[in-house]
């Protein structure tokens, strides 16, 4: 099978930055889509960007413009880069992977949390 492990999350200021990452390990054979979806607490998970494996993403609104989501095919790896966060932008983010043996499989979770 397969396993996806997200760092990068932590402490931060508003108005900073953050660079999430996410690699894709075990008997991968291909991976479609990769994206992150992030949940605030009291809140259902929400997708916050994705990226099919050819390069074309998807945004939610609220982060457009700061965040850019890319990938290294040759790594199994996904990025979010975030910019300009905001206290709205805190939460736990979970990246996933539709991988084209084994289907959607998703990280364990990374903590961003932002101080104003």
């Known amino acids: 099978q397969v396993q996806l492990v997200e760092s990068g999350g932590g402490l931060v200021q508003a108005g900073g930055s953050l660079r999430l990452s996410c690699v894709a390990s075990g008997n991968i054979f291909g991976i479609n889509d990769m994206g992150w979806y992030r949940q605030a607490p009291g809140n259902e998970r929400e997708l916050v960007a994705r990226?099919?494996?050819?390069?074309?993403?998807n945004y939610d609104d609220s982060v457009t413009g700061r965040f850019t989501i890319f990938r290294e095919n040759a790594k199994n790896t996904v990025y979010l880069e975030m910019n300009s966060l905001k206290d709205e932008d805190a939460g736990v983010y979970y990246c996933?992977?539709?991988?084209?043996?084994?289907?959607?499989?998703w990280g364990q979770g990374t903590r961003v949390t932002i101080s104003s």
């Open positions: 996933y992977g539709d991988f084209k043996l084994w289907g959607r499989y």
């Open positions: 990226i099919t494996s050819g390069g074309s993403t």
